[in-house]
T-cell receptor
């Protein structure tokens, strides 16, 4: 069975500073990993995915994620956070049937 | 391209009543998902359809929840009778196929059970 853990309920960062949202996974076989973002009163939006290849994956809105097989991690990063990045971020893992298992989510608060 | 449409956006009912949610996926998307998102938690998959067949409904409480996707297009999720713990946002999502992992979500239907 696959599982995803997001150890931080909330991350606070000042605008312009780098942002990191942590995720670890437990998946049998090759992991398919994803990040989604949820803005208030909106549905989830796909940010980026890792299937295979380069460990650094680039996605929407300047976000990127680093896959680390030895640490079973897939942390989301942004070099310079914006106030508009304040949202709920979900890490997810996918099995071969497309069943997406989400983490509990991390609230990101970017202050001006 | 039109997104995933869901209705109603909000519903308030009393326990033991019934409720139905409707979802129209993006045109041409073969896979449709219903997720339950309880406040403070990540979305939990209730049921996954591939065209009009069920791929996974292992976490669907079948004594009270039912879902169908007639003709492989739009879908309905029903709860009967509702319990207090069913208060949640019900998210519908679709994807081009079952193995992409790139889901397009609707805005959700928020259910409050009193």
């Amino acid at each position: 069975a696959q599982s995803v853990a997001q150890p931080e309920d909330q991350v606070n960062v000042a605008e312009g500073n780098p942002l990191t949202v942590k995720c670890t996974y437990s998946v049998s076989g090759n992991p398919y990993l994803f990040w989604y973002v949820q803005y208030p009163n909106r549905g989830l939006q796909f940010l980026l995915k890792y299937i295979t290849g380069d460990n650094l994956v680039k996605g929407s809105y300047g976000f990127e994620a680093e896959f680390n097989k030895s640490q079973t991690s897939f942390h989301l990063k942004k070099p310079s956070a914006l106030v508009s990045d304040s949202a709920l971020y979900f890490c997810a893992a996918c099995d071969s049937w497309g069943k997406l298992q989400f983490g509990a989510g991390t609230q990101v608060v970017v202050t001006p | 391209e039109a997104g995933v449409a869901q209705s109603p956006r909000y519903k308030i009912i009393e326990k033991r009543q019934s409720v139905a949610f409707w979802c129209n996926p993006i045109s041409g998307h073969a896979t449709l998902y219903w997720y339950q998102q309880i406040l403070g938690q990540g979305p939990k998959l209730l049921i996954q359809f591939q065209n009009n067949g069920v791929v996974d409904d292992s976490q669907l409480p079948k004594d009270r929840f039912s879902a169908e996707r007639l003709k492989g297009v739009d879908s309905t999720l029903k709860i009967q009778p509702a319990k207090l713990e069913d208060s949640a946002v019900y998210l519908c999502a679709s994807s081009r196929d079952y193995n992409t992992g790139e889901l397009f979500f609707g805005e959700g239907s928020r259910l409050t059970v009193l």
